[in-house]
Nanobody, 125 residues
Framework: QVQLVESGGGSVQTGGSLRLSCAGS????????MGWFRQAPGKEREGVAS????????FYANSVKGRFTISQDNAKNTVYLQMNTLQPEDSAMYYC??????????????????WGQGTQVTVSS
């Protein structure tokens, strides 16, 4: 089992920055991918960024490329999402997730086995 706890959400104005953290515990070293997903009211959950934990390779949704950065600190079992130049359309509940399997679609929710409770990000104009 893997437990994930997100933190770092909040309210910012357009153009601001936030850094989300996802602290993992349990059998975290058995995972292959760690991802960040978001879901706005009335919309489907979408993949934002993912990292292949074995190599550090990263993957991003087109909507956040150049603005968001995913990183990992293996010593702390923590994954981060640095979000810069935030826009109102980035407002959503953000979830951290972990996948045991290797997947060619790391930005899709289906391969992920474990999910955190989420942290809210609100960007006001």
């Amino acid at each position: 089992q893997v437990q994930l706890v997100e933190s770092g959400g909040g309210s910012v104005q357009t153009g601001g920055s936030l850094r989300l953290s996802c602290a993992g515990s349990g059998d975290i070293h058995s995972t292959n991918f760690m991802g960040w997903f978001r879901q706005a009211p009335g919309k489907e959950r979408e993949g934002v960024a993912s990292i292949y934990t074995r190599s550090g390779s990263t993957f991003y949704a087109n909507s956040v490329k150049g603005r968001f950065t995913i990183s990992q600190d293996n010593a702390k079992n923590t994954v981060y999402l640095q979000m810069n130049t935030l826009q109102p359309e980035d407002s959503a509940m953000y979830y951290c997730a972990a996948a045991r399997i290797y997947t060619r679609s790391p930005l899709l929710p289906a391969p992920y086995n474990y999910w955190g409770q989420g942290t809210q990000v609100t960007v006001s104009s």
